[in-house]
């Protein structure tokens, strides 16, 4: 009995134990599970924890070997604020992976298994990893960021028990380098006026309704030859965050395929509605494509669209003559010519005029009344005598104004006379004269003083047989000068103008003859037509002192008797002009005829 009571006695005693034991195992996997090694940097998109804008990634197609795998280290740092010393364990885990990535491809350098950290001490883990040929370059909104890949988890255990292990989580963010990118992006406005290298934050200003606007864009892929990896898919997008006034004619392009070191110029084209109001748009230029590897690359440019509407501004939209061209049998021709009022205000005092030197012209029809948006058409008719002007092509100028006489728009329409006639130019062998533009330089050097402005006269003559604009400027003045202008010039055949151009000799320029050029260029193309080379005489600062010498006094009674004289003729001419009216210079001499015709709206 004694045996069998001792017996139970200690299958109790094992019980008891044994429930101790599961208790205190389960009161240590609370500790177990919640125990951890914080990370001491906190990893984004825009702090990556490997790579970064200028980090290659790995290429299976590269044509070497050592680019197909590439690599990037970090030095991460862990910091224990558990109150014990851990051991390092190592990678065990990489979860909610993302780009293909597996705990295979990171791998800790230093320090190596088994080393300690103490309590409130940190720990730098230097981890190499595989930086994913598929890892994107940028986010939707085509934005280079650094990307999620992952988390990755070290395991460290107790030092002292070697029972507790602690887990450090590492959020893995990547970068790469994109190799998609917008080298160049221009607007062209009406042909004529440009914004060049648009870039982010920029603004296409003072735009006017019925404004043309060409947007190029110049793409390249930045891969080079030896990586043998095409973009492919490469889409330019524009959007606009309020484009009712804004008509896009495309803007979409698809582009295609880029290989590598590839480059190509696209055109996207808008215009601005003609019953546009003031406002401003903000639009988005986004170019994107993804390359062989499944990487996606490409560029967004944040830029602005201002439309800016005049108070006044009566536009011609459109000029259209009839018959086209003339015969010998034509004794008149008609001109057609479309005003809109694009201006904020209605007018009652519009106005248009045609005028053409050559063809007699200069007729001006007023008081035309237009509200705000208005359309009208006014008609011209024109007499000619076709024989007598000989055969060529001749320009019309129509102007529009409002208050009958302040000008808001002019265009330049051209008739052409197929008309034979003998009083055509011939040359010696019976051939029409071929006549090009002639741009006189000044013979005699430009005297200039230092600091001061000066003028070039210039004389500039069109020879050809159809109106040209030109722009005339000053070039490889560097030296000694600025140049204040250009200056713009239309010309109707034959006709020959004088041009001063102003530049301002610099204040600590030498005394000394230099050399400059003009430059004459075609308004319409921006080629350059002709060159002329002129000297300049830079002078001294005219602050200096007079000196007259020993004979000072004599020089000074004389110039004091030459400034009487010039006193008594000016209030003599005074005394007797003073009743005369002011002449008055008439404008565009160059198309203006002797007389002229006013029509007045009733």
Request: with cysteine; charged share 25%; glycine share 6%.
């Amino acid at each position: 009995m004694v045996h069998e009571g001792f017996q139970n006695k200690m299958k109790n005693m094992k019980k008891t134990i044994l429930s101790v034991l599961v208790l205190f195992a389960l009161l240590l996997v609370p500790a177990m599970v919640s125990a951890t090694l914080d990370v001491s940097t906190t990893y984004s998109a825009t702090v990556p924890t490997f790579g970064d804008k200028n980090q290659e990634a790995s290429n299976p197609l590269h044509d070497d070997e050592d680019k197909e795998i590439i690599k990037a280290t970090s030095s991460i740092s862990i910091v224990n604020n558990e109150g014990e010393t851990f051991n390092l364990v190592g990678i065990t885990s990489f979860t909610d992976a993302k780009f293909g990535l597996t705990a295979t491809d990171f791998v800790i350098i230093t320090p190596i298994t088994g080393d300690s950290v103490a309590d409130l001490a940190t720990i730098a883990l230097n981890i190499e990893a595989v930086i994913p040929e598929s890892l994107d370059a940028v986010d939707g909104n085509n934005d280079e960021i650094a990307f999620f890949v992952g988390n990755l988890n070290i395991d460290f255990i107790d030092d002292a028990t070697g029972l507790v292990t602690v887990t450090s989580t590492i959020p893995v963010f990547m970068q790469r380098e994109n190799k998609l990118e917008v080298k160049d992006f221009d607007a062209l406005i009406n042909n004529k006026d440009t914004e060049n290298n648009i870039e982010n934050g920029d603004d296409i200003k003072d735009l006017k309704p019925g404004d043309k606007v060409e947007l190029t864009v110049t793409i390249k892929s930045n891969y080079n030859n030896n990586a043998e990896i095409d973009i492919e898919d490469v889409e330019i997008d524009i959007t606009c965050d309020d484009d009712e006034d804004i008509d896009f004619d495309n803007d979409n392009e698809d582009v295609g395929d880029f290989g590598p070191k590839d480059d190509a110029e696209e055109t996207l084209s808008f215009e601005i509605d003609d019953t546009a109001s003031d406002a401003s748009a903000n639009c988005v230029l986004t170019v994107e494509g993804t390359d062989e590897n499944g990487a996606v690359h490409g560029e967004s440019i944040d830029f602005d669209i201002s439309i800016d509407r005049d108070s006044h501004d009566i536009v011609i939209d459109d000029v259209r003559l009839s018959p086209n061209g003339l015969t010998c049998s034509d004794n008149s021709f008609q001109i057609s010519v479309d005003l809109k009022n694009l201006g904020t205000r209605d007018e009652d005092q519009a106005a248009v005029q045609l005028q053409s030197l050559v063809l007699g012209l200069n007729e001006k029809i007023s008081n035309l009344e237009m509200d705000e948006d208005d359309s009208v058409t006014e008609t011209f008719v024109a007499s000619v005598n076709p024989a007598e002007l000989g055969a060529g092509k001749y320009a019309i100028l129509v102007s529009s104004y409002y208050d009958n006489t302040k000008q808001t728009d002019s265009q330049v329409v051209q008739i052409e006379n197929v008309c034979e006639d003998e009083t055509t130019d011939m040359g010696a062998d019976g051939s029409t004269t071929d006549f090009t533009n002639v741009v006189t330089a000044p013979e005699a050097p430009v005297v200039a003083t230092a600091g001061k402005l000066a003028s070039v006269q210039v004389s500039l003559t069109n020879t050809e047989s159809s109106a040209m604009e030109f722009t005339v400027l000053l070039d490889n003045i560097e030296e000694f000068a600025t140049s204040t202008a250009s200056k713009t010039v239309f010309l109707a055949p034959g006709q020959t103008s004088n041009v001063f151009l102003n530049m301002k000799t610099l204040g600590d320029a030498e005394e000394g003859t230099y050399t400059a050029n003009i430059v004459v260029k075609s308004t319409e193309t921006g080629q350059t037509v002709e060159t002329e080379t002129f000297t300049v005489e830079v002078a001294g600062s005219d602050n200096a002192v007079l000196n007259f010498g020993a004979d000072g006094s004599r020089v000074l009674l004389i110039l004091a008797n030459v400034a009487l004289v010039i006193l008594a003729i000016f209030l003599i001419k005074l005394i007797f002009s003073g009743s005369k009216k002011k002449r008055t210079v008439a404008k565009m001499a160059d198309f203006e005829p002797r007389g002229s015709v006013v029509r007045k709206k009733k």
